[in-house]
């Protein structure tokens, strides 16, 4: 029998200002993992999060990690873990979420003060986290309350654990999760993350895939200071030109990775994946509106899905310590480090993925004839994950999205990396599944990042929803 969720949902509508509310207060936050400076708002963030919970009731425990891996002088950020409920005779449903962000500033272009929830014409919820990934933590709190307002008993146990470095690779987090997967995690009948984005904006997917992520620096330093180009152009050699060489040498303009070994980890196409493509709802349309402009590297859906689903990406972010100011400053930098990453797939492998790019690296360096000094090295990594989306878990997300939605959801693979996906899964050993909230055009990452009031509010019933179907579902 459906569940009764009536009460529920037009308690979340009459919650929705409160629930936006909430959302403001946690934007309001900076809670930048990359920057040291912001290392206090990203301990701020946790709290808030631990002080809400145990306002709904949870028992919550903040977990700390100890200091930052090559940042001694850093404490990592703790870990919320939280339970609600302990009834043995539920389900349990462990869930994941993260409360920091990626770095935002007014000048990178926004229309808005990222870290000032605004709320346009069109409902759009702009600020830097409003789907990456507070909206979606916040939906789980929200649809615990609904609950206890609407007198409505919360069909299962929740564990939660929401951390606050995913966006630097989750550093820290894989330890715990291995300790606690038989002890804090060991009632979990299932997972299930809200942390990725609909392939579209008008269809919801259920997730049963990611991308990898291996992340590269490449450091170039000669000179001891930073010179006079005046001075010392033409008598020294220099760094970024080194570094820019070398980086070009990376990828090609239609992303064709150079790298020799990476290519041919990738697992060939099986003739059902084939067919698969033509079944989803995707349009090269709507994905031209995501990326701002029509410089797609294919024109057909299958190859571009194929693109960001099943083949590796290597992406280039940035160079630390060049000159990136307005103006026209005249310094040779001394040393300078180029930030690149490769989305890896199955069945590439972390390590030899590592000694591939080392060995390129280093070759493309050394026919430069340089007499600088150059160092490669992985800043971080996560592996893929690919799961199998015939369990009870999926079923049961995949009837709640058709009663708040109205329509069935597309089965869906990710082109970005949640590090700590594949840790759940084996620590816990129960099937994982990616629920996301918001959708293609949220611009996570970017500058004026939203989520739609739409999005946010329904996404709540879709959690709560969730909870409701996988407390009833016959075991897959
Ligand atoms: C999909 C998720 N919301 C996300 O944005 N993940 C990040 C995580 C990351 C950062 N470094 C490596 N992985 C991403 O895909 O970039
Ligand atoms: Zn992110
Ligand atoms: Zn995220």
Same mark, same amino acid.
């Given at each position: 029998?459906?569940?009764?969720?009536?009460?529920?949902?037009?308690?979340?509508?009459?919650?929705?200002?409160?629930?936006?509310?909430?959302?403001?207060?946690?934007?309001?936050?900076?809670?930048?993992?990359?920057?040291?400076?912001?290392?206090?708002?990203?301990?701020?963030?946790?709290?808030?999060?631990?002080?809400?919970?145990?306002?709904?009731?949870?028992?919550?425990?903040?977990?700390?990690?100890?200091?930052?891996?090559?940042?001694?002088?850093?404490?990592?950020?703790?870990?919320?873990?939280?339970?609600?409920?302990?009834?043995?005779?539920?389900?349990? $449903?462990?869930?994941?979420?993260?409360?920091?962000?990626?770095?935002?500033?007014?000048?990178?272009?926004?229309?808005?003060?990222?870290?000032?929830?605004?709320?346009?014409?069109?409902?759009?919820?702009?600020?830097?986290?409003?789907?990456?990934?507070?909206?979606?933590?916040?939906?789980?709190?929200?649809?615990?309350?609904?609950?206890?307002?609407?007198?409505?008993?919360?069909?299962?146990?929740?564990?939660?654990?929401?951390?606050?470095?995913?966006?630097?690779?989750?550093?820290?987090?894989?330890?715990?999760?291995?300790?606690?997967?038989?002890?804090?995690?060991?009632?979990?009948?299932?997972?299930?993350?809200?942390?990725?984005?609909?392939?579209?904006?008008?269809?919801?997917?259920?997730?049963?895939?990611?991308?990898?992520?291996?992340?590269?620096?490449?450091?170039?330093?000669?000179?001891?200071?930073?010179?006079?180009?005046?001075?010392?152009?033409?008598?020294?050699?220099?760094?970024?030109?080194?570094?820019?060489?070398?980086?070009?040498?990376?990828?090609?303009?239609?992303?064709?990775?150079?790298?020799?070994?990476?290519?041919?980890?990738?697992?060939? $196409?099986?003739?059902?994946?084939?067919?698969?493509?033509?079944?989803?709802?995707?349009?090269?349309?709507?994905?031209?509106?995501?990326?701002?402009?029509?410089?797609?590297?294919?024109?057909?859906?299958?190859?571009?899905?194929?693109?960001?689903?099943?083949?590796?990406?290597?992406?280039?972010?940035?160079?630390?310590?060049?000159?990136?100011?307005?103006?026209?400053?005249?310094?040779?930098?001394?040393?300078? $480090?180029?930030?690149?990453?490769?989305?890896?797939?199955?069945?590439?492998?972390?390590?030899?993925?590592?000694?591939?790019?080392?060995?390129?690296?280093?070759?493309?360096?050394?026919?430069?004839?340089?007499?600088?000094?150059?160092?490669?090295?992985?800043?971080?990594?996560?592996?893929?994950?690919?799961?199998?989306?015939?369990?009870?878990?999926?079923?049961?997300?995949?009837?709640?999205?058709?009663?708040?939605?109205?329509?069935?959801?597309?089965?869906?693979?990710?082109?970005?990396?949640?590090?700590?996906?594949?840790?759940?899964?084996?620590?816990?050993?129960?099937?994982?599944?990616?629920?996301?909230?918001?959708?293609?055009?949220?611009?996570?990452?970017?500058?004026?990042?939203?989520?739609?009031?739409?999005?946010?509010?329904?996404?709540?019933?879709?959690?709560?929803?969730?909870?409701?179907?996988?407390?009833?579902?016959?075991?897959?």
């Amino acid at each position: 029998m459906a569940p009764q969720l009536d009460g529920f949902f037009s308690q979340v509508d009459s919650l929705s200002d409160h629930f936006i509310e909430r959302l403001r207060k946690a934007v309001a936050i900076p809670s930048i993992s990359a920057e040291e400076a912001r290392r206090p708002d990203v301990v701020r963030m946790g709290n808030f999060l631990a002080d809400e919970l145990k306002a709904l009731g949870a028992e919550v425990e903040l977990r700390e990690l100890g200091k930052q891996p090559h940042k001694e002088h850093l404490d990592l950020p703790p870990v919320v873990l939280a339970r609600y409920g302990n009834d043995k005779s539920k389900r349990t $449903i462990l869930v994941y979420g993260h409360y920091d962000v990626q770095p935002a500033d007014l000048s990178d272009g926004w229309n808005t003060k990222p870290f000032e929830l605004t709320i346009d014409e069109k409902d759009r919820m702009l600020g830097r986290g409003s789907t990456d990934d507070k909206g979606p933590v916040l939906g789980w709190l929200n649809a615990i309350e609904a609950h206890q307002k609407a007198g409505v008993d919360f069909p299962v146990n929740l564990l939660m654990c929401f951390e606050g470095m995913e966006e630097y690779g989750s550093e820290g987090l894989e330890d715990l999760i291995n300790a606690e997967g038989k002890k804090y995690f060991a009632d979990a009948d299932a997972v299930c993350i809200s942390d990725n984005y609909w392939l579209g904006t008008e269809k919801p997917c259920l997730t049963y895939g990611l991308r990898g992520c291996n992340y590269y620096s490449i450091e170039v330093s000669g000179p001891g200071a930073d010179l006079h180009s005046g001075v010392f152009g033409g008598t020294a050699q220099e760094p970024m030109t080194d570094l820019v060489r070398t980086m070009a040498t990376l990828v090609d303009t239609n992303g064709k990775i150079q790298i020799p070994g990476i290519m041919e980890q990738v697992a060939p $196409i099986t003739a059902d994946e084939e067919t698969l493509y033509d079944e989803i709802s995707f349009e090269m349309e709507t994905l031209h509106e995501a990326l701002g402009s029509k410089t797609t590297i294919f024109e057909d859906k299958k190859l571009t899905l194929m693109g960001r689903w099943r083949y590796p990406s290597l992406s280039i972010h940035g160079v630390e310590g060049g000159f990136s100011a307005p103006g026209a400053k005249t310094v040779i930098p001394a040393k300078v $480090i180029g930030k690149f990453s490769i989305r890896t797939v199955p069945d590439m492998d972390i390590d030899k993925t590592n000694e591939c790019v080392y060995k390129y690296v280093n070759e493309q360096f050394a026919k430069l004839g340089s007499k600088n000094t150059m160092k490669v090295f992985a800043q971080h990594t996560g592996k893929w994950w690919v799961a199998s989306p015939s369990h009870w878990n999926f079923n049961a997300a995949s009837k709640a999205v058709e009663r708040v939605w109205n329509v069935k959801p597309d089965f869906t693979r990710e082109g970005g990396s949640i590090p700590i996906t594949i840790t759940f899964e084996e620590a816990t050993g129960k099937n994982v599944l990616l629920l996301p909230m918001g959708s293609s055009t949220d611009g996570a990452h970017s500058i004026n990042e939203k989520l739609d009031k739409r999005n946010y509010i329904e996404g709540i019933k879709l959690l709560g929803a969730y909870l409701h179907y996988a407390a009833e579902e016959p075991t897959s």
